[in-house]
């Protein structure tokens, strides 16, 4: 685009030739005035033309460069022409609504609002996050609950346009329909020209004249909102499922946002769970490790019967089968892995004591206890002595 062919001014035309030019051309274009196919487009051009030549640090670099850098007119000058955070725009970052919303503060300073040039055509609403406290059965089984939360809802009265119902919105004075406006400030690299939100229409590109007396403008009113939700069996700690339609209303009969629910799952105080794979610690006595034995171990799934070979060492890890939590997506169940510890017996009576020496003696081992040990010390030294 050469924004003087479409001013239809000379190269060294004067400041008020060009707005002279623009003036006409965009009264000519307007789409409230002209109605005929390519008027619109052709406003914008007429508008991208006049944000070059109007601005004479863009007119310089076009006069050098032939270009202003922002291939779509979307200049925001230097260095984040070629961004756009249309569309469903910074929505994507700013999760939390009403809440945590630093990213969309950044974005703001730096990109006026986020606004790509098309935003004051539809657009989705914003994004929601909602987290779901899950215990530790609710994660592997799932269950259906109903969330309630608050959210930006199409206004009933006047269908989410915001004009007052028997009338509509017509094209912002302001920024004749495009939704920002350019400004000039002052940062740390120099003045720049970027883009800013209109403050009239607040980026629809549409004024009201005559406001919707619910929502005051806006289109939209906040509701409490219900959903019923299914958790699927098999989440995790740190999952995350969207909900479409769920978020927030969107601008100018856009979609509505999506819904991103986070599941935070409560730790068990029993097991342990990696995937699908659950884990759990069985103490067993050295009796029950040495002769074998079977022992009722608790899983997810109730207790099961589990086999304890004779000779089992401590630290081994013997698998159940399909007692794991479900895979939430190949489907079947992982396994549960139970690892055994071998709890050695405390406070021995006598009766005890002896029959383990009797064992010991048995196996050819002579186990010195705390209460012999003096008694066989001595016993050395009168042995040492003897030599
Ligand atoms: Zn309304
Ligand atoms: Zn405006």
Known sequence: MNPYDVLGVSKDASDQEIKRAYRK???KYHPDLNHEPGAEEKFKEV???????????KKAQYDQFGTTGGQQGFGGGQGFGGFDFGGSGAGGFDFGGSGAGGFEDIFSSFFGGGQSRNNNGPRQGRDLQYEMHLTFEEAIFGKKTEIKYTREENCKTCSGTGAKPGTSPVTCSKCHGRGFIQVQRQTPLGRMMSQQECDVCHGTGKEIKEKCSTCHGSGHVNEQHAIEVTVPA????????????QGEAGVNGGPYGDLYIYFSVAPSDKFKRDGADIYLSLPISFVQAALGDEVEVDTVHGKVKMKIPAGTQTGTTFRLRGKGAPHLRAGGNGDQRVTVRIETPKNLNKKQREALKAFADSMGEDPSGDDSFFERWSKNKKTKRKK
Do not use: W
């Open 47 to 57: 508008n991208e033309a006049y944000e070059i030549l109007s601005d004479p640090q």
């Open 25 to 27: 051309l965009s009264k």
């Open 234 to 245: 098999g989440v995790e700690d740190g999952n995350q499922m969207r909900l479409s339609g």
